[in-house]
Nanobody, 126 residues
Framework: QLVESGGGLVQPGGSLRLSCAAS????????MAWFRQAPGKEREGIAR????????????YYADSVKGRFTISRDNTGGMLYLQMNSLRPDDTGIYYC??????????????????WGQGTQVTVS
């Protein structure tokens, strides 16, 4: 089970930090990601992170829409996922979801590659 927190209302140019907690170690995965869905739009992958647990190395990747403004990270255990969002804009408004990749799928930003989702947290930039 994945549980997001940290959403809220922020002015343009402001910052928010989202958190996603896996309820059990087995709920973490090598590949985890953040998605968002704006009203009337499809769910969009914005950042994903692949962890090589053997090497304790993370490989992040971002959609062009958030590159340079958002940072995805994980804690040492891998059970917590974060999204630091800076320089927020009104078009960043939406429901933000964390997700865990399906076993055997490539670590991408495609929603079909992810099989477990949190309930979402609302981010409003206005």
């Amino acid at each position: 089970q994945l549980v997001e927190s940290g959403g809220g209302l922020v002015q343009p140019g402001g910052s928010l930090r989202l958190s996603c907690a896996a309820s059990a170690v087995t709920d973490a995965a090598n590949c985890m990601a953040w998605f968002r869905q704006a009203p009337g739009k499809e769910r969009e992958g914005i950042a994903r992170i692949y962890r090589n647990f053997a090497r304790s190395a993370d490989n992040p990747y971002y959609a062009d829409s958030v590159k340079g403004r958002f940072t995805i990270s994980r804690d040492n255990t891998g059970g917590m996922l974060y999204l630091q969002m800076n320089s927020l804009r009104p078009d960043d408004t939406g429901i933000y979801y964390c997700a865990k990749a399906r076993p055997g799928y490539a670590c991408s930003l495609q929603p079909a590659a992810f099989g477990s989702w949190g309930q979402g947290t609302q981010v409003t930039v206005s």
